[in-house]
């Protein structure tokens, strides 16, 4: 199989394997923390950075790791960066951590972050992991980004907590409430089918 | 009273799949079948159950007492691995049926955000031994309330005209939400 | 060398270097949470009670934790009462501040709560809710104003403003206040103030 170019291999984590809207992993978190755009994009970075660092140390260190207990060690290894992620927020932005709640310390079950583990950094050079961590992680952001995006401004009216439309329109509370996260990343989910389908 | 409070808000009010948004990834991967589904549920209450009352232990035992909190997601998420792999080799061992039934699944529930997530916000509440008990059925309960109810709907999707685009994950988003409206006329109840 | 023996040791240093690296993340990080915790109570306090300087938890159960608190001339202004319930959708916790003769609430402020978004979550605002919370008399039960009124100067002494289209939010607050209220003056008696 041709090896990708460093920049595919960035690019896929966006579009083609697009974490949330492709691979439909990290679900949990894209419903729960998506009702403000400050929300989404605090937890497409810290998501970020526990998959960079994991993907860092798990492939420099995957030849000493024996394949019975990779599974175990790989876990480890993301609590720990969550954990990290989870009291950096305590301690540096309170109120985020606040908004986020338990859902930072769900991180290391979420999926994107075990499966890359276990796809991509355990079976290549750490400079390529790096790029893949990367591609998914900002892939995931822009993901979360949109999602949280839609729901803001269609339910409170405000974008990243700066009124946005005019007293003319009346929020859609449903938009913040749960059913409103599924309905739009179902809704989501059937744009980027549709356009993913013209694009072949 | 509490008790019942506790319960009944876990299985309708702030129902784990429909409110908090845990346990999504089987809540779509395993709906299409109303058997499958209960037996993932039933799993999954099993393992919610003993793991509020082991995480409970761990937290009020050992890591509060010896000012360990930073080490909670690890142990947490350790417990529920090791629980997880007891339940397998104990389901494999007593009832290969049951086994075949819930296959792969079964490793799943460890990357189940349903579990770790009670495990947590059962220390977030700061709940009692019982309490977390209670908790921890109720939660399940909810759980698979919410799947069973899902791939009963499911089974009737498949012979529906879905649009191409919302096939599969699409519209079972779509009939989460609706589910979820459903739901959501359940809080004030406790009044 | 022994694959299992391999493993145990793989996955013992592995523990060992995470445990050390987050005990050391921990306590860099554990002042400054605990720091915040205390920011936000006092702030809490501040606004409760105006003109407070010091303050002392003096006393602490299940959902009630009470605050002494003094004045620049280290005179008692009155009790700050961090207090929790069951709202709507999960627990709602406020605080409140009244005078030592605990006849009058200075102001309500509501620390957390997962109330309805837009309806009961309103509770938070100073405008629907806490504005008519101000300088409350207590002496008896505080009781709900239903309709809602537009100006404090509607309403009688011991009454507060209802949220339309958030009722049982609204009742919460009172029943947390009242209950809150009952007990400090069970504690007042008790000496234990």
């Not at chain 1, 599924?182 to 549709?194: A, Q, S, V």
């Not at chain 2, 309708?12 to 809540?27: A, D, M, Q, S, T």
């Not at chain 2, 080799?89 to 009670?118: D, E, H, V, W």
């Not at chain 2, 700061?126 to 909810?142: H, K, M, R, W």
Request: proline share 4%; charged share 15%.
């Amino acid at each position: 199989m041709a090896e990708k170019t460093i920049s595919q291999e960035f690019a896929k984590g966006l579009w083609s394997e697009n974490p949330i809207f492709r691979q439909l992993l990290g679900l949990c978190p894209t419903l729960a923390v998506t009702n403000a755009v400050v929300n989404g994009l605090a937890m497409g970075a810290a998501t970020t950075f526990v998959l960079l660092f994991s993907s860092i140390v798990i492939s420099s260190i995957k030849k000493l790791i024996p394949p019975q207990v990779r599974i175990a060690s790989f876990i480890v290894v993301i609590a720990t960066f969550v954990t990290v992620a989870d009291r950096f927020l305590a301690a540096f932005f309170p109120d985020i951590s606040k908004a986020l709640g338990p859902y930072v310390p769900l991180i290391v079950v979420n999926c994107i972050i075990l499966g890359r583990q276990e796809a991509f950094s355990s079976k290549n050079p750490v400079f390529r992991s790096i790029i893949d961590a990367l591609g998914m992680g900002i892939g995931f952001t822009i993901s979360l980004l949109i999602l949280s995006s839609i729901r803001e401004i269609l339910g409170s009216g405000t974008f990243f907590g700066m009124p946005l439309t005019g007293a003319w329109f009346k929020p859609w509370l449903i938009m913040i409430l749960p059913p409103g996260a599924f309905f739009t990343l179902g809704l989501l989910m059937g744009i980027f089918n549709y356009l993913d389908k013209k694009r072949r | 009273m509490e008790l019942v409070t506790i319960f009944i808000s876990a299985v309708l009010i702030n129902n784990f799949v429909l409110h908090y948004f845990l346990g999504i990834c089987p809540f779509l991967g395993v709906s299409r079948r109303i058997d499958s589904a209960f037996s993932m549920g039933l799993a999954v209450t099993f393992v919610m159950t003993i793991t509020a009352i082991v995480s409970w232990i761990i937290n009020h035992w050992i890591l509060i007492p010896y000012h360990l909190d930073y080490l909670q997601i690890v142990s947490f998420i350790l417990v529920i691995a090791s629980l997880v792999q007891l339940v397998e080799m104990f389901i494999r061992k007593t009832s290969p049926p049951l086994y075949q039934a819930l296959g792969i699944y079964l490793p799943l529930i460890t990357t189940n955000c349903a579990i770790l997530g009670l495990a947590l916000l059962a220390a977030l509440k700061n709940y009692g031994f019982i309490q977390t008990i209670i908790f921890g059925l109720g939660s399940g309960i909810g759980f698979t309330l919410a799947i069973v109810l899902m791939a009963g709907i499911r089974e009737q999707l498949d012979m529906a005209d879905v649009p191409e685009v919302l096939k599969g994950p699409g519209i079972a988003l779509i009939t989460a939400g609706i589910m979820a409206l459903g739901f959501l006329g359940f809080t004030g109840m406790l009044k | 060398m022994n694959i299992y023996a391999r493993m145990i040791i793989v996955l013992t240093s592995i523990g060992l270097i995470s445990g050390a690296f987050l005990a050391g993340v921990g306590t860099l990080t554990k002042n400054r949470i605990a720091l915040n915790k205390q920011k936000e109570i006092n702030e809490a306090i501040t606004r409760v009670i105006s003109g407070a300087q010091i303050s002392n938890k003096i006393y602490e159960e299940k959902d009630l934790i009470i605050y002494r608190v003094n004045g620049e001339k280290n005179n008692l202004l009155g009790y700050a009462v961090y207090a929790g319930g069951v709202g709507f959708q999960d627990k709602i916790y406020l605080m409140f501040g009244v005078d030592p003769e605990i006849t009058k609430i200075h102001s309500l402020t509501v620390l957390d709560q997962k109330e309805t978004p837009g309806l009961g979550a309103k509770i938070t605002s100073e405008k629907n809710f806490l504005q008519f919370w101000k300088n409350r008399d207590c002496t008896e039960k505080i009781t709900l104003h239903k309709p809602a009124v537009n100006s404090p100067d509607q309403l009688s002494p011991y009454e507060v403003n209802i949220i339309s289209g958030a009722t049982i939010s609204s009742e919460a607050v009172v029943n947390i206040v009242n209950t809150a209220l009952e007990r400090i003056r069970v504690l007042k008696e008790e000496g234990k103030l």
